[in-house]
């Protein structure tokens, strides 16, 4: 009789089991529903010329974007081409329909030529990675 009761026990186990979706499982749903909810960068501008400056100097400017995506924005590192190219951005995530700004000064010392500075963001958002592009003239002052 103990017998019969251990193995109805088990059987009741195993159906109740099967029909009710496990934790995980219940995550996994939720992670794929979340995946298709990315942020999404729409810049003024992704290209800055500055135009021509003489060697030495420094320029400065802001690349102003909106999240128009359907979830927050988070940049995890800036690259840029060159050390003479140095980025700022905030750390905090950019929740959808709110702006950001990258910050960006490069320093023209010892440079010369047309300049063409690439800034490579990672981010969460649809596009993994983005470029902006800083351009210009440095004259020499002989």
Same mark, same amino acid.
């Given at each position: 009789?103990?017998?019969?009761?251990?193995?109805a026990?088990?059987?009741l186990m195993?159906?109740?089991?099967?029909?009710?979706p @496990?934790?995980?499982?219940?995550s #996994?749903d =939720?992670a794929? &529903? $979340?995946?298709t909810?990315?942020?999404?960068?729409?810049f003024?501008t992704t290209?800055?010329?500055f135009?021509?400056?003489?060697?030495?100097?420094?320029i @400065?400017?802001?690349?102003?974007? #909106?999240? =128009?995506?359907? &979830? $927050?924005?988070i940049?995890?590192?800036?690259?840029?081409?060159?050390?003479?190219?140095?980025?700022?951005?905030?750390?905090e995530?950019?929740?959808p329909?709110?702006?950001?700004s990258?910050r960006v000064r490069f320093d023209?010392?010892?440079k010369?030529?047309?300049q063409?500075?690439?800034?490579r963001?990672?981010?969460?958002s649809?596009?993994d990675i983005?470029?902006l592009?800083?351009?210009?003239?440095v004259?020499?002052e002989?």
């Amino acid at each position: 009789m103990k017998h019969l009761i251990y193995i109805a026990a088990i059987a009741l186990m195993v159906a109740a089991c099967q029909s009710a979706p @496990s934790n995980s499982q219940q995550s #996994t749903d =939720t992670a794929a &529903a $979340d995946s298709t909810k990315k942020g999404n960068f729409l810049f003024d501008t992704t290209v800055y010329n500055f135009g021509t400056i003489l060697e030495g100097e420094q320029i @400065s400017t802001e690349f102003k974007y #909106t999240n =128009t995506g359907k &979830a $927050d924005i988070i940049i995890s590192k800036i690259e840029t081409s060159c050390g003479c190219t140095v980025p700022e951005y905030d750390k905090e995530p950019v929740k959808p329909g709110n702006r950001g700004s990258i910050r960006v000064r490069f320093d023209s010392n010892g440079k010369s030529g047309t300049q063409y500075k690439t800034i490579r963001i990672f981010s969460n958002s649809e596009n993994d990675i983005f470029e902006l592009v800083i351009t210009g003239e440095v004259k020499s002052e002989l």
